[in-house]
């Protein structure tokens, strides 16, 4: 395989890449549910089939980095990470199709017919960064609910997502559709801009990556955005709280994944069962490797906790992503209420209690996408929420929040039938 | 009543203003929904019986401008109009809560119970320009939804917009709701740039006015925008349509309202049924006065029309609101509905046609919020459509689209109940 063959060696302009992707919708709309359903399986088989060609690209695009580069290992793909990324296209093809849904119907007395039905949103363009598995992730998403897929992927995985695409675009010519319907953008930073700029023939963009990508599409783009954020999660363990409960809960949510959004940043303690709870924490958060950074008032109840500092007021804004956490003490829910109103990010938040009035006004006055009474925040997801894959948990409050799955990648379009009817 | 009272007098600055309706959205989200059903009823009642004190400060707004100065007709509240607004503010008191549906109910596997509910988006912004209804018919609105409404008005109508939130305000505090929960702006330009970057405290922004303040605030706010958007509308007229309903329709769409957005601006006609049609549309269209801009191959079919011109090419991209449309002849559905897709705005289209094959295409390929067969564009509208009173049309395709009624003025949250689950 030639390693400089990329998109960018070609000499169509992006222009014209989102005007053919634009122009490559109505193969989707019009393709009966049948053949997506199967051309998705074809997919899940062609990558599996394909996996020499699939890795050696990859190593043209690991070659460029040190082994103990921590974002080779983001880059890389093997025989397992290509076995879960056909999983999860083969799961993609079972889940219904969210386009053609009749959200309302109505006779109005005038005799006109009305619905208003789910259709794709028409042309998703997605920017990311180095994981390879988002081409086949979105591109899969996409296709499911009958949207144009344009990829504007990382410099660094070019050899990787053009043989994905490639394979990708063969399975469509196969089934009879249009094979511009998943498009690869050049990888060259300044195409970003060319497709923020291009809302004549870009619907929708989803930035998937660091907050930097985020707030950069945010600014610039001119494409409608649904972004999906960071979460600076709290447990607020209440002084009517079951401890072994709130033991089990603040542990598993901090240390079960660190490194995701849904994993707690801050617990937030009732001063009445501050220091208890805090005497039971201290072993399992230890023993995890948690290091805490905690109010002065709630040093003397981690005396000889190994990894121990006081916080500083911009502790309890981060998101640590990491086996680390902030710890508050608080004189009641509205104190936690307040504090939670301050500092977080509206993405997942969880109260532990045995009283049922002080959860409930807990999951009325947290204004987040997830609010929990006696649950992890780890559940925060579209698998465990029943929603299949998903893009990201969306913190903002128009068209998608919390879990951002395929149910989500359509819009509306209001049909109405008349016999002649004017106004 | 003292001329110069307006809020920019007070030492509040416009960030207190912001602190303040953000902090008072709570007051909203508690109180029963009878209680807001009440509010609003004596809204209405207090809108009638201070009648005097409003149009008073309306004379004050009215001073400013020459008595034919188009301006003050949209500025000017008279009896009549008081009237107008009290009905729909008493409209939307009938209309049901859209907050608290629950949109999905769940009992996971491990024992978790999940809701989604649909809740107050919160804080609501709302820019406009010199109509002083808007002022009644967004805190309506957002009164209804349970959203705290901080309204920026225009310098014109600082007096009449003064009045009325003082008026608002004080039934508010009648029925012990937070005062601020309607909250008027100071009336300086600057002000606007002020709201559009404070995300922390407001969480939509909803521009209503032109299309430079429009596409001012989506350039502009990092606030989240839902905007209502221009509509550059088609009726294609097919070769197998029924020329009497065509005519009527075209008629409709055309005059019956020419200064609003669902009007139609540019008569598609298939090649077959070209010169009948244009012979059958050439006295009602010219009775009503529509200056009409046909392409040149049409221009012999319109012989002796009084107000003809030939189109230009930009003319099939003006949003006309007025007596005026373009003309064009296609070759077919195919080639109208390239023209669509090149021309459209997606609001509003049309097809006239008895062939059911034609019209289910065109319905389905069209990419706008309403799609029409066989009816006037002119009933893309919030009551018409039986959701009651509208901030606008959405053209967009994320969150609202179509009418943006009461219903959209919400936003989701998971809501998960447990007892000590860990993932």
């Not at 974002?71 to 219904?96: S, T, Y």
């Not at 190994?306 to 902030?326: H, I, K, V």
């Not at 149910?407 to 016999?419: P, S």
Request: hydrophobic share 40%.
């Amino acid at each position: 395989m030639p390693t400089t063959l990329y998109y960018s060696d070609t000499m169509t302009t992006v222009k014209d890449q989102l005007l053919t992707a634009h122009h490559s919708r109505r193969s989707l709309q019009q393709a009966p549910g049948k053949k997506i359903r199967k051309c998705l399986l074809d997919i899940a088989k062609a990558i599996l089939k394909q996996e020499t060609e699939i890795l050696a690209a990859n190593q043209l695009d690991l070659d460029n980095f040190d082994l103990n580069d921590p974002k080779r290992d983001r880059l890389l793909l093997n025989r397992d990470r290509l076995q879960e990324i056909a999983n999860g296209v083969r799961a993609v093809a079972d889940l219904p199709d969210p386009t053609g849904q009749v959200l309302l119907k109505r006779s109005l007395s005038n005799g006109l017919k009305l619905r208003k039905v789910t259709v794709p949103l028409g042309v998703v363009g997605a920017i990311y960064e180095s994981r390879p598995n988002v081409t086949f992730d979105i591109a899969a998403l996409c296709l499911r609910s009958r949207n144009v897929a344009v990829l504007k992927g990382s410099s660094e995985a070019r050899h990787t997502n053009f043989i994905a695409v490639t394979i990708l675009q063969s399975v469509l010519n196969k089934h009879q559709l249009d094979p511009d319907c998943i498009t690869l953008l050049p990888a060259e930073r300044e195409v970003v801009d060319e497709l923020l700029h291009s809302p004549q023939y870009v619907d929708v963009i989803i930035p998937r990556g660091s907050d930097g990508l985020i707030q950069y599409v945010r600014r610039n783009s001119l494409v409608p955005v649904i972004e999906t954020g960071a979460g600076v999660c709290h447990v607020y363990v209440d002084r009517e709280a079951d401890l072994e409960k709130a033991v089990a809960i603040v542990v598993n949510a901090k240390t079960s994944r660190p490194s995701v959004c849904n994993a707690m940043d801050t617990l937030l303690l009732d001063k009445k069962i501050a220091e208890k709870t805090l005497r039971l924490l201290a072993k399992p958060m230890a023993d995890a490797g948690v290091r805490i950074f905690a109010e002065a008032g709630a040093l003397p109840f981690l005396k000889g906790y190994p990894m121990l500092e006081e916080a500083q007021a911009t502790d309890y804004d981060r998101e640590f992503l990491s086996l680390q956490c902030a710890v508050k003490i608080v004189d009641g829910l509205p104190e936690a209420l307040d504090h939670i109103d301050r500092h977080s990010t509206k993405h997942s938040e969880a109260i532990v209690t045995e009283n049922k009035t002080t959860a409930r006004a807990f999951l009325d006055l947290v204004d987040a996408a997830a609010v929990y009474s006696n649950a992890s925040t780890r559940f925060t997801d579209g698998a465990e929420f029943g929603l299949g894959a998903e893009i990201g948990i969306s913190t903002q409050k128009l068209h998608a929040r919390g879990p951002f799955a395929l149910e989500k990648l359509v819009t509306e379009k209001w049909i109405i039938q008349g016999k002649g009817q004017v106004r």
